[in-house]
């Protein structure tokens, strides 16, 4: 009987767990669009939001910028996930009171404050975890699918691709910035899409291919579709253009 009991109880609970999707498409999305692409977003606060006229910030930029202003960054994703929590409690109380925005300066005086929004405490844990876990989903979402290095090497040699592995580790602020505002923009997917096979290391727990050292994050490695020789290893950020002409660079050094 005891067992009965206890069965219908987890039942019930998964019955009426929340989902921070559902939560955010009834109670923030009427404001917050998903995804735009950020150089369309950077046009668009450069002309003081007359080209989109958006309501408020994107989530994809909430996302990031949560990630990387709220709690500590360096926490796994469960810790930081529990501060962002505790933020966005107090946020969504009165928004207008709010004392330390998480937004840029480019966008203060671009939307109004925000009107607050009810939301119980099982809602704001959901929405956190959500929150937290956009970035992650927009990228693979808008940008370039994603290999193992086993898979890529396999593509490679029968597409006579170069594989790049981007090499982050999950709390760089650097990748963060390249991964937003680079890897998904729409000319960048279709350069890598066309002659590239993307692998993505962390490298705080994977080992680089061919015994290559790391260097710092991000970081790129280039590998010929033969999987044995080492193109160009890269650090740092760069524009989109920046990284346009280090793919054709190296397109040409496959090449020789
Ligand atoms: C009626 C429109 C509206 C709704 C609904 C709304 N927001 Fe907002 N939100 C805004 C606006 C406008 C801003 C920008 C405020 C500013 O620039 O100071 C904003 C800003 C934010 C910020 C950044 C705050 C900062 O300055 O640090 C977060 C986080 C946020 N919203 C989360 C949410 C969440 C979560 C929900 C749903 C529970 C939600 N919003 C619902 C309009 C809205």
Redesign the pocket.
């Known amino acids: 009987m005891k067992r009965v009991i206890l069965f219908v109880m987890m039942g019930w609970t998964a019955l009426f767990a929340v989902s921070g999707e559902e939560?955010?498409k009834t109670?923030?999305a009427?404001?917050?669009d998903n995804y735009i692409p950020q150089t369309k977003l950077n046009v668009n606060y450069e002309h003081n939001n007359s080209d989109l006229k958006l309501?408020?910030?994107t989530l994809t930029e909430?996302s990031f910028r949560?990630k990387d202003q709220v709690g500590d960054r360096t926490l796994d994703a469960e810790g930081q996930k529990f501060e962002i929590e505790e933020w966005?409690t107090k946020?969504?109380k009165d928004?207008a009171a709010?004392p330390k925005?998480?937004?840029p300066k480019r966008?203060?005086g671009?939307?109004?404050?925000?009107?607050s929004?009810k939301?119980n405490e099982d809602e704001v844990e959901a929405?956190a975890d959500y929150?937290y876990d956009y970035a992650e989903q927009m990228m693979v979402k808008h940008g370039v699918k994603r290999y193992s290095y086993q898979e890529a090497l396999k593509i490679a040699k029968q597409e006579g691709k170069i594989i790049v592995i981007e090499g982050f580790i999950p709390y760089c602020r650097g990748c963060m910035w390249m991964d937003r505002n680079v890897m998904v923009e729409p000319e960048v997917k279709a350069a890598l899409e066309k002659d590239f096979v993307l692998v993505k290391k962390n490298l705080l727990i994977e080992k680089l291919p061919l015994g290559m050292k790391r260097l710092g994050t991000p970081s790129f490695y280039f590998i010929g579709s033969d999987g044995k020789s080492i193109l160009e290893m890269v650090e740092g950020t760069g524009t989109i253009e920046e990284f346009l002409q280090l793919l054709q660079s190296v397109k040409e050094k496959a090449k020789r």
């Open positions: 939560v955010f109670k923030c009427s404001c917050h309501k408020a910030p909430l949560l966005l946020f969504l928004p709010n925005t998480i937004l966008t203060r671009v939307f109004g404050d925000m009107p929004v939301v929405l929150m």
